[in-house]
Nanobody, 126 residues
Framework: EVQLVESGGALVQPGGSLRLSCVAS????????IGWFRQVPGKVREGVSCISSSEGRTYYADSVKDRFTISSDNAKSTVYLQMNSLKPEDTAVYYC???????????????????WGQGTQVTVSS
Protein backbone atom coordinates (compact mmCIF):
# COMPACT_ATOMS: atom_id res chain seq x y z
CA GLU A 1 0.00 0.00 0.00
CA VAL A 2 1.35 3.39 -1.01
CA GLN A 3 1.67 5.77 1.93
CA LEU A 4 2.93 9.33 2.13
CA VAL A 5 3.08 10.96 5.55
CA GLU A 6 3.79 14.67 5.90
CA SER A 7 4.93 16.38 9.07
CA GLY A 8 6.51 19.60 10.23
CA GLY A 9 3.71 22.08 9.73
CA ALA A 10 3.23 24.70 12.44
CA LEU A 11 2.36 28.28 13.26
CA VAL A 12 5.34 30.52 12.55
CA GLN A 13 5.92 34.26 12.43
CA PRO A 14 6.67 36.07 9.16
CA GLY A 15 10.35 35.72 8.31
CA GLY A 16 10.58 32.43 10.16
CA SER A 17 11.54 28.97 8.91
CA LEU A 18 10.05 25.49 8.86
CA ARG A 19 11.14 22.14 7.50
CA LEU A 20 8.47 19.80 6.19
CA SER A 21 9.09 16.07 5.82
CA CYS A 22 7.37 13.55 3.57
CA VAL A 23 8.04 9.90 4.41
CA ALA A 24 7.12 7.46 1.66
CA SER A 25 6.47 3.73 1.74
CA UNK A 26 4.83 1.01 -0.34
CA UNK A 27 6.50 1.79 -3.65
CA UNK A 28 9.92 1.98 -5.23
CA UNK A 29 10.98 5.41 -4.02
CA UNK A 30 13.83 5.75 -6.53
CA UNK A 31 11.40 5.39 -9.46
CA UNK A 32 9.13 8.27 -8.46
CA UNK A 33 9.40 12.01 -8.36
CA ILE A 34 8.04 13.63 -5.21
CA GLY A 35 6.34 16.98 -5.14
CA TRP A 36 5.11 19.44 -2.57
CA PHE A 37 1.80 21.10 -3.29
CA ARG A 38 -0.26 23.54 -1.25
CA GLN A 39 -3.86 24.53 -1.06
CA VAL A 40 -5.89 27.24 0.59
CA PRO A 41 -9.68 27.12 0.86
CA GLY A 42 -11.40 28.04 -2.38
CA LYS A 43 -8.27 27.76 -4.50
CA VAL A 44 -6.79 25.08 -6.70
CA ARG A 45 -3.99 22.97 -5.28
CA GLU A 46 -0.73 24.35 -6.68
CA GLY A 47 2.72 22.88 -7.17
CA VAL A 48 5.34 24.42 -4.90
CA SER A 49 8.42 22.32 -5.52
CA CYS A 50 9.21 18.91 -6.98
CA ILE A 51 12.26 16.68 -7.13
CA SER A 52 13.24 13.83 -9.39
CA SER A 53 16.20 12.03 -7.89
CA SER A 54 16.57 9.75 -10.90
CA GLU A 55 16.85 12.74 -13.24
CA GLY A 56 18.68 14.97 -10.80
CA ARG A 57 16.20 17.77 -11.41
CA THR A 58 14.12 20.06 -9.27
CA TYR A 59 11.36 22.58 -9.84
CA TYR A 60 10.33 25.62 -7.81
CA ALA A 61 7.33 27.85 -8.27
CA ASP A 62 8.35 31.47 -8.83
CA SER A 63 6.67 32.47 -5.58
CA VAL A 64 9.06 30.31 -3.51
CA LYS A 65 12.32 30.48 -5.48
CA ASP A 66 15.31 31.49 -3.36
CA ARG A 67 13.30 30.87 -0.18
CA PHE A 68 12.42 27.15 -0.29
CA THR A 69 14.76 24.21 -0.87
CA ILE A 70 13.66 20.68 -1.69
CA SER A 71 15.90 17.70 -0.96
CA SER A 72 15.66 13.94 -0.92
CA ASP A 73 17.17 11.27 1.31
CA ASN A 74 16.62 8.12 -0.71
CA ALA A 75 18.00 5.89 2.03
CA LYS A 76 15.16 7.10 4.27
CA SER A 77 12.56 7.40 1.48
CA THR A 78 12.02 10.94 2.67
CA VAL A 79 11.73 14.29 0.91
CA TYR A 80 12.19 17.54 2.77
CA LEU A 81 11.04 21.06 2.06
CA GLN A 82 13.09 23.68 3.86
CA MET A 83 11.08 26.89 3.95
CA ASN A 84 12.83 30.12 4.89
CA SER A 85 11.72 33.76 4.96
CA LEU A 86 8.13 32.66 5.28
CA LYS A 87 5.38 35.07 4.32
CA PRO A 88 1.70 35.18 5.30
CA GLU A 89 0.83 34.16 1.72
CA ASP A 90 2.64 30.87 2.30
CA THR A 91 -0.16 29.90 4.67
CA ALA A 92 -1.78 26.73 3.34
CA VAL A 93 -2.14 23.01 3.82
CA TYR A 94 0.95 21.42 2.31
CA TYR A 95 0.69 18.00 0.68
CA CYS A 96 3.28 15.72 -0.83
CA UNK A 97 2.57 13.55 -3.85
CA UNK A 98 4.39 10.76 -5.65
CA UNK A 99 4.53 10.88 -9.45
CA UNK A 100 5.79 8.00 -11.54
CA UNK A 101 5.61 9.84 -14.84
CA UNK A 102 5.24 13.40 -16.18
CA UNK A 103 6.25 14.91 -12.88
CA UNK A 104 7.15 18.31 -14.35
CA UNK A 105 3.74 18.53 -16.04
CA UNK A 106 1.96 17.79 -12.77
CA UNK A 107 4.17 20.10 -10.74
CA UNK A 108 3.54 23.06 -13.06
CA UNK A 109 -0.03 22.29 -14.09
CA UNK A 110 -2.95 20.23 -12.86
CA UNK A 111 -1.94 18.23 -9.78
CA UNK A 112 -1.62 14.44 -10.08
CA UNK A 113 -4.57 12.25 -9.13
CA UNK A 114 -2.90 9.48 -7.19
CA UNK A 115 -0.65 9.00 -4.18
CA TRP A 116 -1.17 11.90 -1.84
CA GLY A 117 -0.40 12.39 1.81
CA GLN A 118 -2.91 13.72 4.32
CA GLY A 119 -1.41 17.20 4.45
CA THR A 120 0.19 19.37 7.11
CA GLN A 121 -0.95 22.89 8.04
CA VAL A 122 1.48 25.78 7.71
CA THR A 123 0.31 29.09 9.15
CA VAL A 124 2.44 32.21 8.86
CA SER A 125 1.11 34.93 11.10
CA SER A 126 2.24 37.38 13.73
Amino acid sequence: EVQLVESGGALVQPGGSLRLSCVASGFSFDDYAIGWFRQVPGKVREGVSCISSSEGRTYYADSVKDRFTISSDNAKSTVYLQMNSLKPEDTAVYYCAAMERHWYYYCTGPPPRDYWGQGTQVTVSS
